[in-house]
């Protein structure tokens, strides 16, 4: 029986309420969904039903196969950095791109895109393509807010660029099929890079001094730098192509990509025990956080079940006569707004449950793999919004903390152009489901 007289939407929304004071005070969201999770649960359904509960859940949701390749993702990624390849790109594009005004800058974004695709991780992206680029744009003396600014949006490109965590975890939850998400994601991914150059591109026509052009590298240098990424076309085509193509799974591709980085950062990048070692620690100790916030997800998540909350939600959008366009232009006002307060993982895992079910009763006109995909693409630019967007703008705070000598708010009016950029994208991929969907469909086809 439960322990308070409540009905099971008013249970519910007062656990939602507390989750966000809970978040709003700084309490670490894997603990605040657990914490509330456990007690909505119980309060529910009673202790022996709660026990029951945890006793199969922990397991369940930690042997899943596909839930194997986030950390396999995450340790590629950890190899690259350690293998110098994060270098090795920005020179390259440093080469090709500099000489032109704000070049450098641009650099930066296909550095950024590059690394995102063997990393996975916006805040790995922001960091390490922030050692590498932030000298050279202080070099070519670049204005402090577009320096950092095109860093801290380049680094979102890490989860959008596959493979995406992000994206791994998504699929999962609405039980879609991992390659093909990976392979609607591509082309928005494209968009995003080409649409932060077009935006360096403006700012430096409106102020010409904030992103001087470098000089020109020669001909033999542009072609030198370029055989030097070798080592990151190789592992994305072995790996992304492997997936695309399905000659393997998700998990096995991430698996090759380990092998492969592990054997570039030893022979390149000089690796030695001490590395191995350091990129295991740092490998256990992000997935274990990200295992914990999955963990008061899923309990978080069970609570509402039980307090019927999604579904009446549901109900409620399917009968209310609105377009459902306006219902997912709702969905993205409210995914930037928790992008105040939460990052991207978190805002996954606490809204895919409620805004699945909601997005399931609407009539789009498509298969429902298909608004799988197209929602999936949709939830992953808007979150990464919120990656650039004050007061958490984790982007921010990162290359922030490496560039000592711009102010935070310098950085904060840096993303803005990048965060209009990102407004359009948002409405075109909304607009034209098939820029998502084309490529999935068109492998399908072979």
């Keep these: 029986m439960p322990l308070i007289d409540l009905t099971g939407l008013q249970f519910g929304i007062t656990g939602f ?12 969201i894997g603990v605040a969904m657990l914490a509330v999770g456990i007690l909505g649960y119980l309060s529910i359904a009673g202790p022996v039903a709660l026990m029951s509960y945890l006793k199969t859940e922990v397991y369940w949701r930690f042997t899943t196969y596909d839930l194997s390749v986030a950390p396999l993702f995450i340790m590629m990624g950890q190899f690259a950095a350690k293998a110098g390849l994060s270098q090795a790109l920005f020179t390259a594009a440093h080469r090709w791109l500099g000489h032109f005004r704000g070049g450098v800058a641009m650099a930066a974004v296909g550095g950024c895109a590059g690394f995102g695709a063997i990393s996975g991780s916006s805040l790995a992206t922001a960091a390490i393509m922030g050692q590498a680029a932030l000298p050279e744009l202080k070099r070519f003396n670049y204005s402090g807010s577009l320096a950092t600014g095109c860093l801290a949006a380049g680094g979102t490109l890490g989860i959008l660029i596959p493979p995406s965590l992000i994206l791994i975890i998504y699929a999962i939850m609405v039980e879609a099929n991992i390659a093909t998400l990976f392979q609607a994601a591509l082309i928005p991914g494209i968009l995003a890079a080409l649409g932060y150059m077009l935006v360096i591109s403006l700012v430096v026509r409106i102020f010409p001094d ?16 370029l055989a030097d990424i070798w080592a990151v076309l190789l592992i994305f085509i072995l790996v992304m192509g492997g997936i695309y193509s399905g000659i393997f799974t998700p998990t096995e591709g991430a698996s090759i990509g380990c092998v492969g980085t592990f ?29 914990l916030i999955i963990l008061g997800a899923a309990i978080f998540n069970a609570f509402l079940g039980f307090t019927e909350l999604p579904n009446e939600l549901a109900d409620y959008f399917k009968n209310s006569g609105l377009p459902p366009v306006t219902v997912i232009m709702m969905m993205v006002v409210i995914y930037i707004l928790l992008g105040f307060i939460m990052d991207s993982l978190s805002m996954i895992l606490l809204t895919v449950p409620i805004f699945w079910p909601i997005i399931a009763a609407l009539d789009f006109g498509m298969p429902v793999d298909d608004v799988k995909l197209w929602f999936g693409i949709i939830s992953l630019i808007v979150v990464e919004v919120g990656l650039i ?8 705070f990162v290359i922030s903390s490496m560039a000592k000598d711009v102010p935070m708010i310098e950085t904060f009016k840096g993303v803005i152009p990048f965060f209009l950029s990102d407004a359009v994208r948002v409405v075109i ?13 068109l492998l399908a086809a072979d």
């Design 17 to 28: 309420v507390i989750l966000m004071t809970l978040l709003a005070i700084r309490v670490p």
């Design 210 to 225: 904030s992103g001087p052009a470098a000089p020109k590298a020669s001909r033999r240098d542009r072609w030198r730098a």
């Design 429 to 441: 991929i909304i607009w034209l489901p098939s820029l998502t969907l084309f490529l999935p469909h």
């Design 263 to 291: 054997l570039i950062a030893i022979t390149r990048g000089g690796m030695r025990w001490g590395g191995i070692k350091e990129v295991f620690f740092s490998t256990a100790s992000t997935t274990g956080l990200i295992f």
């Design 389 to 396: 967007t004050p007061p958490v703008g984790l982007n921010v």
